[in-house]
């Protein structure tokens, strides 16, 4: 699936990716280390190498707990948004995380590709989106406020980043509280 708002396009994550995703890993590693997940002892490791990163997501996508998206502007790659822990049943409810190219924040890109994904997320039948956010992450708090996405709760050591198990403010929005046109129609 691609999703297009204006120069922005949402698409499925891609082996063709490598190089552009590695050099804005790499460009941004300061800025995105406070806020990446890491593995825990005893957890499981991370693919090794950008293949293996994109086989186990498109694995989890082909079994429908996960959907793995590329965010690109102006025919480049520039970040990434990952719906996860995608739960079907009587739930119907998925996470959703991200992080851009510090070389394209503060454009007004990401609440644009979040809100194009959570609004693919409810067409495709889910009911209940949450985000969870460190409370110091003020960049990030900036992209659930431009979303009108409400504060449902405080998780304590709820999530492995940087090194240690972090807090986190939760975030939601169900397909009842998605406004007419959806959540894109809602970010300018």
């Not at 707990?65 to 822990?85: L, M």
């Not at 003020?138 to 406020?145: A, M, T």
Request: charged letters at 25%; glycine letters at 8%.
């Amino acid at each position: 699936m691609t999703l297009i708002s204006d120069e922005i396009i949402v698409r499925p994550l891609s082996r063709r990716d490598a190089g552009e995703w590695r050099e804005a890993r790499r460009r941004s590693a300061a800025w995105l280390r406070p806020w990446d997940a890491t593995v825990p002892p005893g957890g499981d490791a991370r693919p090794t190498t950008f293949a293996a990163l994109v086989r186990k997501l498109r694995r989890a996508a082909r079994q429908g707990t996960s959907y793995p998206f590329a965010i690109e502007v102006d025919g480049h790659f520039v970040g990434q948004v990952t719906v996860s822990n995608v739960v079907r049943g009587s739930a119907l409810f998925a996470s959703v995380g991200y992080w851009i190219d510090v070389a394209y924040a503060g454009r007004n890109i990401m609440p644009r590709a979040v809100a194009l994904v959570i609004d693919y997320c409810f067409a495709v039948g889910l009911h209940r989106i949450e985000v969870a956010i460190r409370p110091e992450n003020s960049n990030s708090l900036r992209v659930v406020e431009k979303l009108g996405l409400r504060e449902v709760g405080y998780a304590p050591y709820y999530l492995h980043i940087d090194g240690a198990w972090r807090d986190h403010r939760l975030y939601a929005v169900t397909a009842e509280e998605q406004p007419a046109g959806g959540l894109i129609g809602q970010v300018t």
